[in-house]
């Protein structure tokens, strides 16, 4: 079924007024929950990274010699 441009207007309108936005205090605080999780994850991952490519050069160093 098709609105005319005026209702979807109005509907839109009416949807938004609905919305509830997140104060200050909600978005600095969930900004910083993601900042100190990518900063985790992203130290996870080194030691992981390294992890790995020590045993595999050790691994590997073992075939050189």
Do not use: C, H, Y
Not at 17 to 42: D, G, N
Request: no cysteine; charged share 10%; aromatic share 10%.
């Amino acid at each position: 079924m098709a609105t005319n441009p005026i209702q979807f207007i109005q509907q839109v309108r009416a949807e938004v007024i609905k919305v509830v936005w997140p104060t200050r205090r909600e978005t600095l605080l969930t900004t910083a929950m993601v900042m100190v999780l990518a900063i985790v994850l992203a130290i996870f991952f080194a030691l992981v990274d390294f992890a790995i490519r020590s045993g595999l050069t050790g691994v590997l160093g073992l075939f050189s010699s």
